[in-house]
């Protein structure tokens, strides 16, 4: 967005990005409590639950019975700015506070998976595997960066998985995904009072999913998923509000616009690749390395679809990120008839590079370790448990915030801390 008095208005940027449950860039890992427990790890190689159409879609002719699998992961976290901001034409501080954040995210899943024919599945599932989210209260420092920011997807998976042979599986289908975001931040009036911009928006579309399965000895399964790229336009409603600014600036002839306008916002394409090792019949071992094309990410183009008033034309957000890759290992104890233990390590590069790493937007590299476990209560129910520690990171920002002739009117230094923790519970039951 832009303002055509220049100076007489200053814009900082932001636009759906700001800390929250990511596990790195806006992903979110914890869809299924199982998978928790292991730190993601043989993802696309596991056939132990119907988690599998999410995971690799071709597992699902692999599992033992017609099932519902589903769980509740809850995400503390903790988001702290600690520096300074200032003026760039003056280098008087901003007033207002450093904020610490915090809150706890809920984020349920549900998977299910019938045999139709033999040789043939079908599965369906909800989840929510991207977001991210904040809300800072209207005086802290960094507001003219983020108050409050959202963006919450929820997806309906419908998959197909063909057994081709007694060690090959084949499978695909459809990812049809709700996104709705919505932002709010601060607007500096050069004499003083801070105007509002908000805006909101939603979409759905579609992406597709595809997996491969292989099971070369019994002691041994591997897996290939890959999960396309699915293209949004959020379209919603833009505002800003200048209170009182008529009375500084005459040429002014209205201090509040709100018109439609439209983010264009492409969620990447993941390539999953897993295997899992049976050492005897009591211990498992697992790994995966999942690629994420971020670089689809180079920037964000917030625009009015009839420019007037306050709002002249389009806000572009240059974003600059860069492909990564999730590495994990896990392990897998058999240790009664009844429970099952399970462990794992993950690392996750960050996608942010430093010069786009913002007050409100600051993730760096991701370490977890994870424990979990699963109770049989019967032949046709478990519960599943787990619990993940994310190592604190601590990322330092310089972030320069322009006006619209490109000038630098805010400059922010400082460290930002998250600290993010994940346990989850669970349930599968056999029909």
């Known amino acids: 967005m832009a303002v055509s008095w220049g100076r007489n208005v200053l814009l900082a940027g932001g636009l759906l990005m700001t800390g929250g449950v990511s596990a790195n860039g806006i992903s979110v890992d914890e ?51 600690d520096g300074k901001v200032v003026d760039a034409f003056y280098g008087d501080p901003v007033g207002g506070h450093n904020k610490t954040w915090k809150d706890t995210e809920l984020i349920p899943n549900v998977y299910s998976a019938i045999p139709v024919v033999p040789g043939w599945w ?37 998959v197909l998985g063909w057994q081709v042979t007694d060690s090959l599986s084949l499978g695909g289908g459809l990812v049809t995904e709700y996104a709705d975001g919505k932002i709010e931040r601060a607007i500096i009036p050069l004499f003083g009072h801070d105007g509002r911009f908000k805006s909101n928006g939603n979409d759905t579309s579609m992406g597709l999913i595809f997996g491969v399965f292989y099971q070369p000895r019994l002691d041994w399964q ?33 201090d509040h616009t709100k018109l439609k306008g439209r983010l264009k916002l492409d969620i990447p394409e993941t390539l999953s690749l897993s295997a899992i090792h049976s050492l005897t019949p009591e211990w498992r071992v697992k790994a995966d390395a999942t690629w994420t094309r971020w670089s689809r990410w180079d920037q964000l183009v917030f625009e009015p679809k009839r420019p007037e008033g306050l709002i002249e034309k389009a806000e572009v957000q240059p974003m600059d990120w860069h492909d990564t890759w999730r590495f994990s290992v896990g392990v897998e104890y058999q240790l009664t008839s009844i429970w099952v233990l399970r462990a794992g390590i993950a690392y996750d590069e960050s996608p942010t590079p430093n010069h786009t790493a913002t007050v409100d937007f600051a993730i760096d590299d991701y370490r977890a370790v994870s424990v979990g476990a699963t109770w049989t209560l019967n032949s046709e129910l478990s519960v599943d448990m787990a619990l993940q520690h994310t190592w604190s990171s601590r990322r330092s920002v310089h972030e320069e915030v322009k006006d619209p002739s490109g000038q630098t009117v805010i400059m922010a230094d400082g460290k930002v801390t998250n600290r993010i923790n994940s346990v989850g519970i669970g349930i599968r039951w056999l029909f």
Not at 50 to 67: D, F, G, R
Not at 223 to 245: C, F, K, Q
């Open 122 to 158: 079908f599965g369906v599932g909800v989840n929510s595997p991207w977001g991210t989210g904040t809300r800072f209260d209207r005086r802290w420092v960094g507001r003219y960066q983020s108050i409050e920011s959202e963006l919450l997807t929820v997806n309906l998976l419908t």
């Open 222 to 254: 591997l897996g290939i998923n890959y999960r396309s790229a699915i293209r949004h336009t959020l379209e919603g409603d833009m505002e800003v509000t200048l209170p009182d600014v008529h009375i500084y600036e005459p040429r002014i002839k209205s």
């Open 31 to 81: 869809m299924t409590v199982r998978r928790l427990g292991d730190a993601f790890s043989g993802g696309a190689a596991d056939t132990a639950d119907a988690s599998a159409v999410w995971y690799n879609p071709a597992a699902i002719t692999c599992l033992q019975k017609p099932q519902i699998t589903g769980g509740l992961v809850a995400i503390p976290h903790k988001t702290r700015f």
